[in-house]
């Protein structure tokens, strides 16, 4: 397993997640790091953590797993955490000395599962505030809209709203203040949308605010594994907010400190 980049980042990747919100990013995780995170997958589904869920929600086809901060409880995504090339490359992205791994999860959409991901963004779940902000999703498998593939709304991180959390579990289960995410597939005349292929290997790198969807599964015979970092830069900090997401544990800070604690370790500066 390497930690070194296929190459730099250009500046119009850069540019490109700036301004969609969104940048496609090919090849940059070996094989090795792609066999490690699949065995891992089995290890946890057999073993799963107190924070894991089926999303499919008792559907008699299919299944959506997911479980998150697996990097605190195993060495092998503590190396990737620290080792692979996720970390730097993220930094280049959100042009940000420091790096803090928000958490890692496990998205695990088996054959034939129908259960959608519906349009959400990703900042408000969580427990922190700041633009820097993002979520690496990387392919364990080749993905593609037939087996899950994301779809995002181009520019929708610039809205300047913040969209109530919705609960894969359970919708009523986050109670905040937010409005809700508008209905995005009657406004498809209105707004600009993406969507990527993904070779296995591949990733995106999307914008703690960029709405976003994926459908089911709709293949009998093709997975969709996906390990998904999230990530926060310099200016990013505690943001605690009752109803939201939880975290592996409180992290015993003040309201706007610095991420840098156990629960949130800085990878990339200090």
């Not at 929600?57 to 090339?85: A, C, L, V």
């Not at 949308?193 to 995106?204: L, N, V």
Request: glycine share 6%; with cysteine; charged share 25%.
């Amino acid at each position: 397993m390497t930690s070194e980049q296929i190459r730099s980042i250009t500046e119009d990747e850069i540019r490109c997640y700036e301004e969609d919100g969104v940048v496609h990013l090919k090849g940059f995780f070996d094989t090795a790091w792609i066999e490690m995170l699949r065995d891992k997958v089995e290890c946890v589904k057999a073993n799963p953590g107190r924070l894991s869920h089926d999303l499919s929600k008792g559907s008699d086809s299919g299944e959506f797993f997911t479980d998150t901060f697996m990097w605190h409880q195993n060495d092998g995504f503590r190396d990737f955490i620290y080792e692979s090339p996720a970390a730097a490359v993220v930094a280049q992205i959100l042009r940000s000395a420091k790096i803090n791994i928000v958490f890692d999860q496990f998205l695990i959409k088996e054959p034939n599962t129908d259960e959608p991901t519906v349009w959400h963004h990703d900042l408000t779940y969580w427990p922190i505030r700041g633009d820097q902000v993002c979520t690496l999703w990387l392919a364990l498998d080749d993905v593609t809209e037939e087996t899950g593939s994301m779809e995002f709304v181009k520019g929708s991180h610039r809205w300047g709203q913040r969209f109530h959390p919705v609960a894969f579990v359970d919708p009523k289960k986050y109670k905040t203040e937010e409005p809700a995410v508008p209905d995005i597939d009657a406004m498809r005349d209105e707004l600009d949308f993406t969507r990527f292929d993904y070779a296995t290997g591949d990733c995106t790198i999307h914008h703690g605010l960029l709405v976003h969807a994926a459908g089911g599964n709709k293949s009998y015979d093709r997975r969709r594994r996906a390990y998904v970092t999230r990530w926060a830069g310099s200016d990013v900090v505690y943001d605690p907010r009752p109803n939201i997401q939880e975290m592996l544990w409180d992290p015993g800070m003040a309201p706007g400190a610095p991420l840098d604690s156990d629960l949130w370790p800085a990878v990339v500066g200090s």
